[in-house]
């Protein structure tokens, strides 16, 4: 199903999660850019908890905050039939992070999660990088345009090391930098599942030891 860009709202979104909490087969939700907000996020989190048919959810550019992205992650916690959310260009910064984290960690169903242009910053990618580190199910994660820095970068780098389900990686504008390019030089040599790393953007000097390495 997907809704017309502008149209709904908070209103709008509080009204579509009731009906979807009775639904028992639309398979996919396109809200992107209807200023769905924190409290429309609550009420899609709350239909979330009970809906049995919903596989895809695309809330993109809908200012949803901390708030909204924490009711949303503990749906996350007991959902088991979402497979791609895709949560791109809001606001949920570390605060919003930390309980996405916790939903990374709990999920099993969750394939594909974009974050990109969260302005999460090291403190929230750490937190992240746990969860992602334990995480069985997900093979794709968009997080380009925050700023997870080198510490940041760092962390995912050691969390894909133990991580055997992510295929693909998009770090793009990151601000890696020469130490986090480093740590993810160290992480290819033993990673043999990732099979997509995206870090466009970053100047070439530091992409030195990737191509020592022949992976770019």
């Known amino acids: 199903m997907r809704v017309a860009t502008g149209t709904q709202g908070v209103f709008g979104a509080a009204r579509l999660a009731v009906a979807l909490e009775k639904n028992t087969s639309i398979q996919a939700l396109h809200l992107s850019s209807n200023d769905v907000r924190d409290d429309g996020a609550v009420k899609l989190a709350d239909a979330l908890q009970t809906s049995t048919s ?13 708030d909204g992205m924490g009711r949303l992650a503990g749906a996350l916690c007991g959902n088991s039939t979402l497979t791609l959310l895709n949560l791109g260009w809001n606001a949920i910064l ?15 169903t969750l394939q594909t999660l974009n974050i990109s ?9 750490e937190r992240l990088a746990g969860a992602v580190a334990t995480n069985e199910s997900m093979t794709s994660l968009n997080v380009a345009y925050n700023n997870f820095s080198a510490a940041g970068t760092k962390a995912m780098a050691e969390a894909l090391s133990k991580n055997k389900a992510l295929r693909s990686l998009n770090l793009t504008l990151n601000q890696v930098g020469q130490s986090g390019t480093e740590h993810l ?14 870090i466009q953007r970053t100047r070439p000097r530091l992409l030195r030891d990737l191509y020592s390495l022949r992976l770019v």
């Open 54 to 66: 919903l596989q895809s959810l695309h809330l993109q550019r809908n200012h949803i905050g901390p």
């Open 94 to 108: 570390d605060a919003g992070a930390r309980p996405l984290a916790r939903a990374v960690a709990a999920n099993t």
């Open 117 to 125: 242009g969260n302005r999460i910053n090291p403190y929230g990618a």
């Open 185 to 198: 030089a160290k992480m290819l040599k033993t990673n043999n599942t990732l099979r997509v790393l995206n």
